[in-house]
T-cell receptor, first 111, second 114 residues
Framework: QKEVEQNSGPLSVPEGAIASLNCTYSDRVSQSFFWYRQYSGKSPELIMSIYSNGDKEDGRFTAQLNKASQYVSLLIRDSQPSDSATYLCAVSSGSARQLTFGSGTQLTVLP | NAGVTQTPKFQVLKTGQSMTLQCAQDMNHNSMYWYRQDPGMGLRLIYYSASEGTTDKGEVPNGYNVSRLNKREFSLRLESAAPSQTSVYFC?????????????FGEGSRLTVL
């Protein structure tokens, strides 16, 4: 059974702090990893993708991947109230490269 | 460039009624998907179409049918709606084989079955 697990939260951090979001996956042959942000009532939007072990930085966002531990994380530095949303971890695997989503972590950044 | 367009955005049905959710993309993508999203459940794949002329079941296909009308359009049909199908439905697309796997989503269709 392919699974993607996330802490459901909610996670609250003060403005300016670092928010850390975690995700584990069960399919060892997973190839691509994504973080989507979803504001309430809106559709998911891609914010980060990562394909190889290590860190990938894009502005205030850093994605970290450890395939041996089957673990992917998202760090948000200098968190802003506009970062308040649900963050979905998604993992692509198999010949059809289907995306399997976690249940999401709700983040609230407090002013 | 509209991306992925879904209609309708909101719909209320009575148990047993039927309806079709429409999805169209203008990005020349090969693969299209229908997901449903329920509170605390994340996104679950209903059906997908890897390319024009093909469709396959996803994780939760029961109670649904799909049609890949052409490369642009992928519709989802509920033949006899049930309250358990109350959900938010998202259509998504991606270029296809050899791409990164990133999905592009429509705005969602909010369905309530009474």
């Amino acid at each position: 059974q392919k699974e993607v697990e996330q802490n459901s939260g909610p996670l609250s951090v003060p403005e300016g702090a670092i928010a850390s979001l975690n995700c584990t996956y069960s399919d060892r042959v997973s190839q691509s990893f994504f973080w989507y942000r979803q504001y309430s009532g809106k559709s998911p939007e891609l914010i980060m993708s990562i394909y190889s072990n290590g860190d990938k930085e894009d502005g205030r966002f850093t994605a970290q991947l450890n395939k041996a531990s089957q673990y992917v994380s998202l760090l948000i530095r200098d968190s802003q109230p506009s970062d308040s949303a649900t963050y979905l971890c998604a993992v692509s695997s198999g010949s059809a490269r289907q995306l399997t989503f976690g249940s999401g972590t709700q983040l609230t950044v407090l002013p | 460039n509209a991306g992925v367009t879904q209609t309708p955005k909101f719909q209320v049905l009575k148990t047993g009624q039927s309806m079709t959710l429409q999805c169209a993309q203008d990005m020349n993508h090969n693969s299209m998907y229908w997901y449903r999203q329920d509170p605390g459940m994340g996104l679950r794949l209903i059906y997908y179409s890897a390319s024009e002329g093909t469709t396959d079941k996803g994780e939760v296909p029961n109670g649904y049918n799909v049609s890949r009308l052409n490369k642009r359009e992928f519709s989802l049909r509920l033949e006899s709606a049930a309250p358990s199908q109350t959900s938010v439905y998202f259509c998504a697309s991606r270029p296809g084989q050899g791409d990164t796997g990133e999905l592009f989503f429509g705005e969602g269709s909010r369905l309530t079955v009474l």
